[in-house]
């Protein structure tokens, strides 16, 4: 089983930020922003690549829940940044679909 299935079925502890009966979110235990959470379908998906069509409910709720963490982490006026990083070139390290919502600081352009 993945990490974040782990995390999932709490199996591995995290702090999370928001839970309904297809996500999670979490916040990142090694944060790069003042404000940094993992948003993941419950669902073990590996990566936008491997996402199909009946995956599209719950990518939508995911985006209607991120827009309320931000408010609840009140970075939804300052701004923030969500990253989906897919495969080698973009550095994703857990093979679980994952959505980060950074802020809480000026973010850079390009990224790294
Ligand atoms: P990726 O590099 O795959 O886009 O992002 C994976 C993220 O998961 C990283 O930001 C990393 O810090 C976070 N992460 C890895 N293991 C754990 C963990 O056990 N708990 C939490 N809360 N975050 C984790
Ligand atoms: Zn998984």
């Known amino acids: 089983m993945c990490l974040f299935c782990k995390i999932i079925k709490k199996e591995i502890p995290a702090a999370l930020a928001y839970e309904d009966n297809d996500v999670l979110a979490f916040y990142d235990i090694n944060p790069q922003a003042p404000k940094h959470i993992l948003v993941i379908p419950k669902k073990h998906i590996e990566s936008l690549n491997t996402l199909v069509p ?11 829940v991120i827009p309320q963490i931000a408010r609840t982490e009140g970075i939804a ?29 000026q973010m850079q352009w390009p990224p790294g």
């Open 54 to 64: 009946e995956d599209s409910a719950v990518i939508a709720n995911i985006y209607q």
């Open 77 to 105: 006026e300052s701004g923030y940044r969500v990253v989906a990083n897919t495969n080698r070139d973009a550095g994703q390290a857990v093979a679980h679909l994952h959505f980060h919502i950074l802020g809480g600081r």
